[in-house]
T-cell receptor, first 116, second 114 residues
Framework: GAGVSQSPSNKVTEKGKDVELRCDPI?????LYWYRQSLGQGLEFLIY????????KSGLPSDRFSAERTGGSVSTLTIQRTQQEDSAVYLC??????????????FGPGTRLLVL | AQSVTQLDSQVPVFEEAPVELRCNYS??????LFWYVQYPNQGLQLLLK??????LVKGINGFEAEFNKSQTSFHLRKPSVHISDTAEYFC????????????FGTGTRLQVTL
């Protein structure tokens, strides 16, 4: 079946602009995660959604970052007033459940963001 | 909090040679352990995971890993590598019994040459 998909695959923007990154999880998966992969910081957790529960936003680096998940499926990560240090690959993952830690997270191909 | 250390940033190896990629973790609570592989310009793919039971875990593509609780290690091994194994390998942990956000190591670049 279809895996996790992300769009766009690449995004170039100017400093100060807002960007939106989209993630389509695997159908039926209730848990959705955003991670960021950058040269300086490695792979970092950003935010986690589980069903209708309040999201875990503990990994968001600043209030310029926000995410939503509509209808328990598609998620959008928004970065406002982008800065050059936001340049990174943004990875989305989903899993069938997210309550025990045993679940496998399936990753999308990522969105490569470059802020000029 | 949990942390993961992958001491080797790069590991060069000849094709058909054995390889071991090292992973050590630190946590005050029990954890599950994972190895993911990332091929160029792709997302992460699960190689294997340790949840409980036998400390030797077998994964895809001939990889295996051994959980050692006393040494807090989860090293990845393959007895004979192939050119196609060239990739970045990430060790990760998550707390047991809670929301499963992953904490990753910094990755090890495995470079297989002829």
């Amino acid at each position: 079946g279809a895996g996790v998909s992300q769009s766009p695959s690449n995004k170039v923007t100017e400093k100060g602009k807002d960007v939106e990154l989209r993630c389509d999880p695997i159908s039926g998966h209730t848990a959705l995660y955003w991670y960021r992969q950058s040269l300086g910081q490695g792979l970092e957790f950003l935010i986690y959604f589980q069903g209708n529960s309040a999201p875990d936003k503990s990994g968001l680096p600043s209030d310029r970052f926000s995410a939503e998940r509509t209808g328990g499926s598609v998620s959008t990560l928004t970065i406002q007033r982008t800065q050059q240090e936001d340049s990174a690959v943004y990875l989305c993952a989903s899993s069938s459940r997210g309550m025990t830690g045993r679940e496998t997270q399936y990753f999308g191909p990522g969105t490569r963001l470059l802020v000029l | 909090a949990q942390s993961v250390t992958q001491l080797d940033s790069q590991v060069p190896v000849f094709e058909e040679a054995p390889v071991e990629l090292r992973c050590n973790y630190s946590s005050s609570v029990s954890v599950y352990l994972f190895w993911y592989v990332q091929y160029p310009n792709q997302g992460l793919q699960l190689l294997l995971k340790y949840l409980s039971g036998s400390t030797l875990v077998k994964g895809i593509n001939g990889f295996e890993a051994e959980f050692n609780k006393s040494q807090t290690s989860f090293h990845l091994r393959k007895p004979s590598v192939h050119i196609s194994d060239t990739a970045e390998y990430f060790c990760a942990v998550t707390r047991t019994g809670t929301a499963s956000k992953l904490t990753f190591g910094t990755g090890t670049r495995l470079q297989v040459t002829l």
